[in-house]
């Protein structure tokens, strides 16, 4: 499939996961990608072979490096097709009674308003154009409880509603706004759960909680942001696809 040949695409979170997989899965179908992320040194391990592709060190929490960086997008390449807003921190699970204001600031600013800023300034030269995609990666802890702590379930339900609200203000530009919402994916946010797991010899457990009784790969998400962001989902907007494996339907 070569959906995204001529295209241009902005990857958040790229370094690692999956961002980097979906970075690649764009390239692989033709797109010219933008890998953003805030770990440079990380970034430039994460670059993709081919001609190009860019990487900018962004934090996507500081709305003023947001806008710099669409700016440069758009100096550089003059257009933007779509937009994978995936870059997201994890906290703990602490009870409501333990969280401090800091924690609620941190994962916000990224998960959530990072998000927003992001559809805020990519979504304006996208309505420009009368045309592009963006796919924002939730969590099927947004949408039930059990599968997050308080504050990151908190960001990523207010992802799916973004979502929904972002799809309604850009649906007459002909642009669209969907997320995925990913199960147990192993990436290095999830790394300690993992290595905690294999550790106890308990890895065989980690896909009990969905229905096809596995956990997930990055590439597996990243094929469904390529889905949404693609001419093929051209009448999908404003919705949140579980990705999970069956987790959510039981
Ligand atoms: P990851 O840790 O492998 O990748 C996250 C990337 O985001 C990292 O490269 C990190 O440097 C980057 N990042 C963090 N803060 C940033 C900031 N302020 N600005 C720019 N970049 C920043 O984790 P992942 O699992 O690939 O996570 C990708 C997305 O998927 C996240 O939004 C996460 O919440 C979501 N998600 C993951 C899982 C899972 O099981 N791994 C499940 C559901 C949702």
């Known amino acids: 499939m070569n959906r995204f040949t001529g295209k241009i695409a902005i990857v958040t979170g790229a370094s690692s996961g999956i961002g980097k997989a979906t970075a690649a899965r764009l390239a692989a179908e033709g797109a010219t990608v933008v890998l953003v992320d805030i770990n440079a040194d990380a970034l430039q391990g994460a670059m993709l072979a081919g001609d190009g592709h860019i990487a900018l060190p962004c934090d996507v929490s500081d709305e003023a490096a947001i806008k710099d960086l669409v700016a440069e997008v758009k100096r550089q390449f003059g257009r933007i097709d779509v937009l994978a807003n995936n870059a997201g921190v994890i906290c703990n699970h602490a009870p409501i009674m333990e969280i401090e204001s800091d924690d609620w600031l941190r994962v916000l600013g990224v998960n959530l308003i990072g998000v927003g800023n992001f559809i805020k300034h990519v979504g304006a030269v996208m309505a420009e154009q009368n045309a592009g995609a963006i796919v924002n990666t939730a969590s099927v802890a947004g949408l039930r409880s059990g599968a997050g702590g308080n504050i990151y379930s908190a960001s990523k339900a ?14 007459g530009y002909g642009v669209r706004v969907n997320a995925v919402c990913p199960g147990l994916i192993e990436t290095g946010m999830t790394k300690g759960v993992f290595d905690y797991a294999r550790g106890a010899g308990k890895e065989e457990k980690l896909g009990q909680r969905c229905e096809l009784r596995r956990y997930g790969h990055p590439e597996e998400i990243a094929a469904a942001i390529a889905f949404l962001a693609s001419d093929d989902a051209s009448y999908i907007t404003g919705q949140a696809l579980p990705v999970d494996g069956g987790n959510t339907a039981s």
């Open 158 to 171: 207010g992802v799916i509603s973004l979502t929904q609200t972002t799809a309604c203000d850009l649906g």
